[in-house]
Every structure is written in structure tokens, then in C-alpha cells.
């Protein structure tokens, strides 16, 4: 008996959904460890481990949204021409891809145990986060090899309803897993929220250095903040990314002034809504070197000013006859 040929169609119906399935795991894993890190950040990375707006989340979240169909129906439309053909069980392009599935499931099963053990033998700290990440990598290759390893013994072919709810099974999963994260990391108008109050942030820091270098030009603090413009070294004053008006400046004395901004939500320096800030540490000052003093960037939900003075001492006038 000759061996089926592969046709054109059921080789890029083989590639396609081995890609799509790949790209979806890693999708699905990215995802569920955001998720993670988000729960469980690391005291270790604090203010660097998660960013509630980063763009790996969408991405993350799109992928799988497009992804998570294509391969099941892709898998469904080969098992379909198997049921049709069986012959079409025997295509080298089946048996390459569904091996390289299992020794790929298998290898990531295994290197994920030994990641595990030797973080154990070195005594490393065991955080929460890290093992439900390591249970997540072993709960996905272990389910990956089980289903593509019945799949090279003819299982699903005998039992093509078990089949079929696999895949309702994985994209409930998948299903389950989009809208968590509504609940963990917030919605895409949140998340936009909490994006703007860091530009808002960043802005009111970057007001605040022009007016701390304006004082050290000329000795004085500037009566409103169009007198920092500068069209020649191209310093334009940043407004609100959402109102777009300006953001409130008052001078209240010879060395101290107040910066004032409309905030979606609480937060901090470090970006992120509920979580404590971020501790600075003080070196200038020799008697509290190393001492960590608290972020001077937290803010309410609304109007919140901050009340600046400049230390004549740390931030000397310049030297008129050096310019």
C-alpha cells in the first residue's frame, strides 16, 4: 500500500496550527505569569516587576483572542479530512508535527522541575509567585504532552465527543482566563487611566526640574509656567495628556512653590494603583545615608498639589560670569 501524499493543504493545515498552538501557549503562559506578578509582586524587583499598562498585556490578551479559534479550528478541520480519509493519519507532516508537540511538552515539563529543585538545593526563597509560576509551565506542558500523545495513539480518532470537548474545555479556559484579568489588572479604560496619571507624573517632574533650573538662571521663581517656555531650545511645557489644559503652578514664596494635577486614581512614582510607594534613598544627606525616606509623589484621586521647596545649599545659583 503507498504512503499518502501531502498535498499542499494539509501541509499548511499542519503548519498553521502547530504555530497558532505554539504562539497561543506562550501567549497563555505570558499571561497567566503577568497575572502572577501582579498578585504576587517580588519584593526583590519591587517597582520593575509589573506594569500594570505594559504593552505585553494587550498583546498578550489580543493573541489570544485571535490564536485560541484559529488553532482549534484548524484542528478541527484536519480531523475532519482524517474522518473523510483515513489515510490522511499516516501524512509524514502529521507524525513530525505531532511528535515535535510531545518532545517539546516533554522537555519544557522537565527543564521546569529541574528550574524548581535547583532554586530548592540553593535555598533560594521560594515566593508564592515563583511557584505558581513554576506550576503553571508544569500544568501546561504535562496536559500538552497527555493530549498530543493520545492524539499519536489514535485516541481522539476513537473518541471523536471527548475531542470536541477538549476544545470547548480549552477555550472556556481560555475564556476564563481574558475576563480574569478584567479583575486583576482592570479594564482598558483603567489601565488608560492609570497610563495617563504616570504621564501626569513624568510631566509635573519634568515642570518641576525647569523650574528648579530656572531659579538657579536667574534667582527666582518664574510668576506662571509660560515664562519656562524656551521655542529656541524647542522646552515646551507639557499640558494634561486628557484635558489638555495646563497644569496649575503657584509661586507661595522666594524658594518654595506648588504643583497641582487632576488624577484618575491613587498612586505613586512608581506608576501602580494600590501598592505602597516606592522607598527613595536619601544620600545627599551624610546623616541619613542610606535611610529610606517616602515617595514625595503619592496622590489621591482628583486634585492633588505637591508643595516644593528648593535648597539653596544643594541646588547653588549658577555662575553668571561661567555662561
Not at 498535498?7 to 503577568?34: H, N, Q, R
Not at 518654595?256 to 498612586?267: D, N, S
Not at 505602597?276 to 498639589?305: F, V, Y
Request: negative net charge; contains cysteine.
Amino acid at each position: 500500500m503507498d504512503k499518502p501524499k501531502v498535498t499542499p493543504k494539509d501541509f499548511f493545515l499542519w503548519i498553521g496550527a502547530m504555530a497558532a498552538l505554539y504562539a497561543a501557549v506562550v501567549a497563555f503562559v505570558a499571561l497567566i505569569f503577568d497575572y502572577i506578578n501582579h498578585a504576587f509582586p517580588n519584593p526583590v524587583q519591587y517597582g520593575y516587576d509589573y506594569d500594570p499598562y505594559s504593552s505585553s498585556i494587550s498583546y498578550e490578551t489580543a493573541s489570544l483572542i485571535v490564536l485560541t479559534p484559529v488553532a482549534l479550528l484548524l484542528m478541527r478541520f484536519i480531523r475532519r479530512n482524517m474522518a473523510a480519509d483515513p489515510t490522511r493519519k499516516e501524512l509524514w507532516v502529521r507524525r513530525w508535527a505531532l511528535f515535535l508537540t510531545i518532545f517539546i511538552a516533554g522537555a519544557t515539563f522537565i527543564i521546569d522541575l529541574i528550574v524548581l529543585l535547583n532554586a530548592y538545593l540553593q535555598g533560594e526563597d521560594l515566593t508564592v509567585g515563583f511557584v505558581l509560576k513554576v506550576l503553571t509551565v508544569l500544568l501546561v506542558a504535562a496536559l500538552g504532552f497527555m493530549h498530543f500523545m493520545a492524539d499519536a495513539w489514535g485516541y481522539w480518532e476513537k473518541e471523536p465527543q471527548r475531542a470536541k470537548m477538549v476544545n470547548w474545555a480549552v477555550g472556556v479556559l481560555v475564556l476564563i482566563t481574558l475576563v480574569a484579568g478584567f479583575f486583576i489588572v482592570g479594564s482598558p479604560q483603567q489601565l488608560r487611566a492609570q497610563k495617563q496619571d504616570a504621564i501626569r507624573l513624568q510631566n509635573l517632574q519634568d515642570i518641576q526640574w525647569q523650574i528648579v533650573n530656572y531659579w538657579q538662571l536667574k534667582e527666582g521663581l518664574p510668576a506662571t509656567l509660560a515664562e519656562l517656555s524656551d521655542p529656541i531650545s524647542n522646552n515646551i511645557i507639557p499640558r494634561d495628556p486628557s484635558s489638555g489644559e495646563p497644569y496649575e503652578y503657584s509661586a507661595t514664596g522666594e524658594l518654595t512653590f506648588q504643583l497641582c494635577a487632576i488624577f484618575a486614581g491613587e498612586g505613586d512614582s512608581s506608576g501602580v494603583y494600590g501598592r505602597p510607594s516606592m522607598p527613595m534613598t536619601k544620600l545627599e544627606d551624610p546623616t541619613a545615608a542610606g535611610t529610606p525616606i517616602e515617595d514625595n509623589w503619592q496622590h489621591e484621586t482628583g486634585r492633588t498639589c505637591f508643595d516644593r521647596t528648593i535648597d539653596p545649599q544643594r541646588y547653588r545659583p549658577f555662575d553668571k560670569t561661567a555662561l
